[in-house]
Nanobody, 124 residues
Framework: QAQLVESGGGLVQPGGSLTLSCAAS????????IAWFRRAPGTEREEVSC????????YYENSVKGRFTIFRDNTKNTANLQMNNLKPEDTAIYYC?????????????????WGKGTQVTVSA
């Protein structure tokens, strides 16, 4: 059964760092565009970052540029989101998504697989 599982979320103080991981099982992540979305309470889901299958093209939402870095390891069937200088407004549930036919930003395309999400809370 194809699935994505996120990990690495948690509680961190403002200015802190977290690295989220997305692990695929049941399919090869290397053929897919991978994106990270987030949803904060009372807001719409937004795409935070995206990386194409080769890793040569990336996308970042404006509010995270310079703070977040997306990268992937196709040999390990994983993708990651390094988040630095976290702010309270980054608090949300973060979801990993995979798109077989598309490019970045992935929100323009049909999402083939979604993870169940991992909570990130930034608070003093």
């Amino acid at each position: 059964q194809a699935q994505l599982v996120e990990s690495g979320g948690g509680l961190v103080q403002p200015g802190g760092s977290l690295t989220l991981s997305c692990a695929a099982s049941g399919f090869s992540l290397g053929y897919y565009v991978i994106a990270w979305f987030r949803r904060a309470p009372g807001t719409e889901r937004e795409e935070v970052s995206c990386i194409n299958s080769s890793g040569g093209n990336t996308y970042y939402e404006n509010s995270v540029k310079g703070r977040f870095t997306i990268f992937r390891d196709n040999t390990k069937n994983t993708a990651n989101l390094q988040m630095n200088n976290l702010k309270p407004e980054d608090t949300a549930i973060y979801y990993c998504a995979a798109v077989i036919r598309g490019s970045c930003p992935a929100a323009d395309y049909n999402i083939d697989h979604w993870g169940k999400g991992t909570q990130v809370t930034v608070s003093a």
